[in-house]
């Protein structure tokens, strides 16, 4: 059984002259649990507003996301908070997302408050083991945000999202703000947390160089829609999408190309709230075909895909 089964999920927005913008377009997938999935995306693609639904910051506007045998984009406000317990969140901005007005003890207790877990001596214990978890010392409680790096942040921000014991967490970014020495880092610590807590992760983020080193299966968006999902070390070698292979060759590398013959896709996404006939790729396409300008090709196996691949491309159904 999946830990969670995302079915036709839709977001839209509100855009210029009565336009609606299509932030996520019927968007389906699943996930075992103990697995991870990175979500990859040129910005604006829709990755991020995909999470948030899942999450319901945002409000889907069509969809079904299955979790612990509740239907998370159609549940109560009552259900909604009990779910919170199980599925947390980590945002991209590490000083955002923390009040600074409330010191690191509060921030990371907060979730424990307000499910009404443990008394206060227990809270501060926990408080202080996730700190230890995240490799933040225990004087850490008594300081305020604004007195730690970016690094030091997001691994705060990791510790609250940790403190109810989630089964899933939706990682928004989380390395994005960050140096790059700080990102493996984080990186790392992410990876450990995974083995040693047995996490279920979904890993947004346009940095393929970084969805490869943390992802089971990594799932590519253009314009709101999958097009192309796999086993990762099928899709970092051999991405059947020429988006994804366009992505990948956009990846900067040392000490030669190994992916020289692949062309770097030029130009801008379509418009959202226009967005064209048939696939929405066909018009920076190098491999484009009339059918691509015609019709929409739907996400799917294909002729000749390696197990587990499924990818939304005309090239594997003609």
Do not use: W
Not at 124 to 135: F, I, N, Q, S, T
Not at 142 to 158: K, L, M, T
């Amino acid at each position: 059984m999946s830990l969670i089964d995302v079915r036709h999920l839709t977001k839209t927005f509100p855009g210029p002259n009565g336009t609606r913008v299509q932030a996520v377009s019927d968007v389906s997938f699943s996930m075992e649990e103990g697995e991870v999935l990175g979500v990859v995306g040129e910005s604006g693609c829709g990755k991020s507003t995909l999470g948030h639904s899942i999450v319901r910051l945002i409000e889907p506007d069509a969809g079904e996301v299955a979790f612990g045998g509740l239907d998370l984009a159609k549940a109560r406000k009552a259900e909604l908070k009990h779910s919170r317990r199980d599925i947390q969140i980590i945002f991209q901005d590490p000083f955002g997302s923390l009040n600074p007005r409330h010191k690191v003890g509060h921030v990371i207790a907060e979730p424990l408050i307000v499910h009404r877990i443990g008394t206060r001596p227990e809270r501060l214990a926990r408080v202080k083991e996730l700190l230890d978890l995240v490799g933040l010392p225990a004087e850490a409680v008594d300081r305020y945000p604004h007195e730690f790096s970016g690094g030091q942040r997001q691994r705060i921000a990791i510790a609250r999202a940790l403190a109810l014991n989630p089964k899933l967490i939706v990682a928004d970014e989380s390395v994005s703000a960050l140096d790059v020495s700080i990102q493996s880092q984080i990186l790392n610590l992410i990876a450990e947390l995974r083995e040693k807590l047995g996490l279920s992760i979904i890993f947004i983020s346009h940095d393929l160089s970084v969805i490869r080193h943390v992802s089971d299966r990594i799932a590519v968006m253009y314009l709101g829609r999958l097009v192309e999902i796999g086993p990762a070390a099928q899709i970092m070698t051999d991405p059947r999408h020429p988006y994804t292979q366009a992505l990948l060759a956009a990846v900067p590398k040392i000490g030669g190309d190994r992916h020289a013959a692949r062309p770097i896709v030029t130009g801008e996404p379509p418009d959202p709230a226009n967005p064209p006939q048939g696939c929405a790729f066909h018009g920076r396409c190098p491999k484009v075909m009339e059918i691509c300008r015609r019709t929409r090709p739907e996400l799917g196996a294909g002729n000749g895909a390696p197990a587990g691949s499924e990818t939304a491309c005309h090239l594997y159904t003609t």
